[in-house]
């Protein structure tokens, strides 16, 4: 099976740097995606990970490392709009073929 | 602007009635998906398609029937849903299974 975890809330403020840290456990790991999805939309692509190491852009970095099953998403310069809901996904091995599965995501509240 | 398009953007329907849900992309994406969402939750996947043939059926129950016509088109059609079956409605597409991917707005359904 796969479990994926990240904390349900953060709160950071305009323009500081926040990080949201993902763990997961499955078999047959073959990539790891944030998305970000604002309140009644739909979600949107940010970063994709499938080798050990930083993908930096713009505003935003992903980390992952395959040993420790961890991923975290540096936001940087925050901006209020960035105030959504930041979904963590794992592409894996499941029940005998490959699928991507979300976590419960994390709802960042930027502040003023 | 998402370039996956679903319509209709809101639908509401009945226990008895029949409905589809259409979803378009001309991104040349030969993966399309099906994912229901119910609120403060991620997104669960129901199908898969993949050159145009179903390769996953997350054990979904048979008053959903996808279809894919073509490569483009990827429909959901609906009969005798149940009110717990109120969610949005999300269609995704990816270049290939293994790649990101890019999700429509959604339809958000209510079954009274």
């Known amino acids: 099976g796969q479990n994926i975890d990240q904390p349900t809330e953060m709160t950071a403020t305009e323009g500081a740097i926040v990080q949201i840290n993902c763990t997961y456990q499955?078999?047959?790991?073959?990539?790891l995606f944030w998305y970000q999805q604002h309140a009644g939309e739909a979600p949107t692509f940010l970063s994709y990970?499938?080798?050990?190491g930083l993908e930096e852009k713009g505003r935003f970095s992903s980390f992952l490392s395959r040993s420790k099953g961890y991923s975290y998403l540096l936001l940087k310069e925050l901006q209020m709009k960035d105030s959504a809901s930041y979904l963590c996904?794992?592409?894996?091995?499941?029940?005998?073929?490959?699928?991507?599965?979300f976590g419960t995501g994390t709802k960042l509240q930027v502040i003023p | 602007d998402t370039e996956v398009t679903q319509t209709p953007k809101h639908l509401v329907m009945g226990m008895t009635n029949k409905k589809s849900l259409k979803c378009e992309q001309h991104m040349g994406h030969r993966a399309m998906y099906w994912y229901k969402q119910k609120a403060k939750k991620p997104p669960e996947l129901m199908f898969v398609?993949?050159?145009?043939?179903?390769?996953i059926n997350e054990s979904v129950p048979s008053r959903f029937s996808p279809e894919c016509p073509n490569s483009s088109l990827l429909n959901l059609h609906l009969h005798a849903l149940q009110p717990e079956d109120s969610a949005l409605y999300l269609c995704?597409?990816?270049?290939?299974?293994?790649?990101?991917?890019?999700f429509g707005n959604g339809t958000r359904l209510t079954v009274t």
């Open positions: 995704a597409s990816s270049q290939e299974t293994h790649s990101p991917l890019h």
């Open positions: 990970n499938v080798l050990d």
């Open positions: 398609y993949s050159y145009e043939k179903l390769s």
């Open positions: 996904a794992v592409r894996g091995r499941f029940g005998g073929y490959q699928k991507v599965t």
């Open positions: 499955t078999s047959g790991f073959n990539g």
